[in-house]
Structures are given as structure tokens and as C-alpha cells.
């Protein structure tokens, strides 16, 4: 059996060793107990902040008992208040995380709208012949042949003409957008309700 009035005695006169000897290993076993299974890595720093606490107020100990209760008092609340901490902590990066994600997903909407400002205004800025391109071919989908006919050109000059007003607005906007994605846009409904 444990004398706990021994390691006391020893303890107020600054002899550590009978005390890690005999108390630390339970001490530390209640300290990961307490803790729980998610924060029981963090035993040893709590049991010795614990320690160091208890060895610098240690002439104000009325007694063994007193003492033993202390510290198992005061263990148990150092573990609550690490699992608070943790758990705020987990809270606050959940939140950051899903701030951060939130404004991402802000700003990728502010690139997007920019981009198509700019690619709307591009539209409404091109010179007649292309702007025509864009009602009849893209618009009103007519193949390129009708369109030829509507315009009073060849079904080649209208391709050419295509591939002229893809090249224009993607200089235009920087070639932040290719060909492609510009093709896609010009094929869009919603390009035609924004634009009316």
C-alpha cells in the first residue's frame, strides 16, 4: 500500500523522486482516463503541468489527503479545460473551413460574373458584320449556309467571319477564355436573355 504521507513529506522538501516513483503511473493513467481516448496523447503535459502547479504551492498543503484530492481535482479540471479548448478549436477550424470555403465559392462567383460582363460587353461592342453573325448563327441557330444567304455572302466568307468573331472576342477578353469555351457561350440561352 501506498504511503502517501511519505511521498507528501518528501515532496514539500522538494524530493521529486518518491513521487514519480510511486504516484506519477497511476497519476497518469487517471490524467488518459480522464482525457478520453481522442486527447489521451495529450496525459503527460496535463499531469505535468499539474505537478509543476502543485510542486510551486506545495508549502500551502495542509496535508497528504489535501494534497491528493488537489491534485486529482485539479487534474480533472486541466482535462475539461483542454477539451474545451480542443473542442473550440475543432469548432473554430470547422468554421474557418467552411468560411473559407463559403468566401472560395464567393469569389469564384465574382470571377465568373466579371468574366461575363466583360464577355457580354464584348458581344454588345462587336462591329455589325459580327454582331449579325452572332444573331443569326448562334442566336437564331441557323446553319451556315442560311445564314450566307441572309447576309449576301458565301458559306465560306460566313465560317471565316465565325472564326474571325471567336479570335476577336477572345482578345478581347484576354484569352481568359479559348475558343472553345467561347463557342460553348455563344451557344448559350442564357447569353441571349442577359443580352436582350
Known amino acids: 500500500m501506498t504511503n502517501y504521507s511519505d511521498i507528501f513529506n518528501s515532496f514539500q522538501k522538494g524530493e521529486l523522486t518518491p513521487f514519480y516513483d510511486e504516484m506519477f503511473p497511476g497519476l497518469l493513467r487517471f490524467t488518459a482516463a480522464t482525457l478520453g481516448d481522442t486527447l489521451a496523447y495529450m496525459s503527460e ?9 502543485a510542486y510551486v504551492r506545495r508549502d500551502s498543503f495542509a496535508d497528504a489527503s489535501h494534497w491528493r484530492s488537489w491534485l486529482l481535482v485539479t487534474i480533472r479540471n486541466r482535462a475539461i479545460e483542454l477539451m ?3 473542442n473550440s478549436f475543432n469548432h ?4 474557418v473551413d467552411t468560411a473559407d470555403a463559403q468566401w472560395a465559392g464567393v469569389e469564384a462567383a465574382l470571377i465568373e ?8 460587353a464584348a458581344i454588345r461592342n462587336l462591329p455589325t458584320h459580327y454582331r449579325e453573325i452572332v444573331e443569326l448563327s448562334f442566336e437564331q441557330g441557323l446553319k451556315n449556309e442560311e445564314v450566307g444567304r ?3 455572302i458565301t458559306e465560306v466568307a460566313v465560317r471565316k467571319r465565325k472564326a474571325k468573331l471567336i ?3 477572345r482578345q478581347r477578353l484576354g484569352g481568359r477564355l479559348t475558343g472553345d469555351t467561347i463557342i460553348l457561350l455563344l451557344n448559350s440561352n442564357l447569353l441571349y ?3 436582350s
Open 167 to 169: 479570335e476577336i472576342l
Open 150 to 152: 441572309q447576309l449576301g
Open 92 to 95: 473554430y477550424i470547422e468554421n
Open 84 to 86: 474545451r479548448k480542443t
Open 45 to 53: 503535459d496535463c499531469l505535468q503541468d499539474v505537478i509543476l502547479s
Open 193 to 195: 436573355t442577359t443580352l
Open 113 to 120: 460574373q466579371e468574366t461575363m460582363d466583360s464577355f457580354f
